[in-house]
């Protein structure tokens, strides 16, 4: 089966670093992209950007360049998300999904379950 | 920068059919995708390249596409279908947009 298994919810203060993960099974990790999606509270769904379990390749949105981090581990089939410095408006749930082909330009057909990061003091 | 407009909400009856659209300019041109979220669950996508559907879900939905709308259309609606849907399509200056969400109410 092809899934996106993600890690488990956190609690961070203010100014903290975090990192979540987003583990690939089921399919070849190193020949698809990742891409990261926030959905903030009762809010609906941003592309964070996406990289490529292959070669780490990376394409921001603009919208979230400088403030997050994308890495990818091949050797556990593993894509990272890192934040520096969190704020409150970081809070969300952050989904990894897969673009269904190989140049990361299509629909996402698999989704990991979804990382909530609550920030607060 | 590629804007997706959808409409915040549809509501419609057991039986009927539900019509989400999805407004961009000459998004025609683009192959859009469609995602169902229930409460509290990960986006599950129902419809790819327009019309065409993943293995599992029903017939009952279907996509449209031509000009500046894409249409996401919910024949025979159950409660089950009570979700948030979302447009998605790829673009040369933009990448992954996103839609901004239509809440499908059954009555």
């Known amino acids: 089966e092809v899934q996106l298994v993600q890690s488990g919810a956190e609690v961070k203060k203010p100014g903290e670093s975090l990192k979540i993960s987003c583990k690939g099974s089921g399919y070849t990790f190193t020949s698809y992209w990742i891409a990261w999606v926030r959905q903030m509270p009762g809010k609906g769904l941003e592309w964070m950007g996406t990289i490529y379990g292959g070669d780490s390749d990376i394409k921001y949105s603009p919208s979230f360049h400088g403030h997050v981090a994308f890495s990818v581990d091949k050797s556990t089939s593993t894509a990272y998300l890192q934040f520096t410095g969190l704020k409150a408006s970081d809070t969300a749930i952050y989904y990894c999904?897969?673009?269904?082909?190989?140049?990361?330009?299509?629909?996402?057909?698999?989704w990991g379950q979804g990382t909530q990061v609550t920030v607060s003091s | 920068s590629y804007v997706l407009t959808q409409p915040p909400a549809v509501s419609v009856a057991p039986g009927q059919t539900a019509r989400i659209s999805c407004g961009g300019d000459h998004i025609g041109l683009k192959s859009v995708h469609w995602y169902q979220q229930r409460p509290g669950q990960a986006p599950v996508l129902v419809v790819y390249d327009d019309g065409d559907r993943p293995s599992g879900i029903p017939e009952r939905f279907s996509g449209s596409n031509s000009g500046n709308t894409a249409t996401l259309t919910i024949g025979r609606v159950e409660a089950g279908d009570e979700a948030d849907y979302y447009c998605h399509v790829w673009d040369r200056t933009s990448e992954h947009v996103l839609g901004s969400g239509t809440k499908v109410t059954v009555l």
């Open positions: 999904a897969r673009p269904s082909n190989y140049d990361g330009r299509h629909a996402f057909d698999i």
